[in-house]
């Protein structure tokens, strides 16, 4: 007799859960950063426009670390673009974690585009930025990082975070350009699929050895949850 012989037992569906050694990303984009005024540009850091969140960005920050905070987190990563960092703030107070600062976490480098710039663009409809997004690549802006560049550096730091906790959650402070990259190399997708997640959004991606799987895309339940909400892509 085997087990589906041995009379009234039954099969549930079953939720997901992680299997022992997995690692959950739980990859959260800063809040809504400060506009840009005509005739006046962002500050860089490392050549990367580095605006500090504006106060609605910093209400969203309160709101996803507020919601954030009633999940077990082992430790909180952020890049070295000041955003991330300030929206990571109030989790990092909550939990009594001090938050990482890795550099392979940035945004997207957009060339000559950068401290601002890529907003005007993208606003007064550049052809050049109809472009990139037709073509879904940033290296259509003179200087920005390439293809084969930004997949390698976000495979990289993914597979390094994860060897370095296994088992564990991490909640890590990023951007844009980064969530998309890394949803599309776990999915196969476009490289684009995944661009436009709003500000203090939520994804999850669980790593498994070589196997990464999306469990979320973009969750703003802790907003004002509308549906038609949306966001810039970038910065």
Not at 110 to 121: A, D, N, P, Q, T
Not at 151 to 160: D, M, N
Request: hydrophobic share 40%; proline share 7%; charged share 25%.
């Amino acid at each position: 007799m085997t087990p589906a012989d041995v009379p009234g037992r039954t099969y549930r569906q079953s939720r997901f859960a992680p299997p022992p050694g997995a690692v959950e990303f739980l990859l959260i984009r800063h809040g809504e950063s400060q506009p840009l005024r005509p005739g006046e540009a962002f500050p860089l850091v490392d050549g990367q426009g580095d605006p500090e969140l504006a106060p609605e960005g910093r209400d969203q920050a309160e709101r996803v670390c507020r919601r954030l905070s009633g999940e077990h987190i082992d430790a909180i990563y952020v890049s070295t673009l000041r955003r991330t960092l300030q929206t990571a703030e109030p989790l990092a107070r909550e939990l009594g974690l001090k938050p990482h600062v890795d550099a392979a976490l940035r945004e997207v480098h957009l060339g000559s585009w950068e401290g601002g710039l890529f907003r005007v663009k993208v606003a007064e409809g550049d052809p050049v930025a109809q472009r990139l997004f037709r073509e879904e690549r940033w290296d259509v802006i003179p200087g920005a990082e390439g293809a084969a560049a930004l997949a390698e550096r976000v495979r990289s730091v993914i597979t390094r975070l994860a060897a370095a906790h296994a088992g564990r959650r991490l909640a890590v402070f990023t951007h844009g350009g980064f969530i998309a990259q890394a949803l599309a190399l776990a999915s196969g997708s476009r490289p684009f699929a995944f661009l436009g997640a709003d500000n203090a959004s939520v994804s999850h991606l669980v790593v498994i050895g070589d196997q990464w799987v999306v469990r979320r895309y973009n969750d703003t339940a802790h907003l004002d949850g509308a549906l038609a909400r949306s966001s810039a892509p970038l910065t």
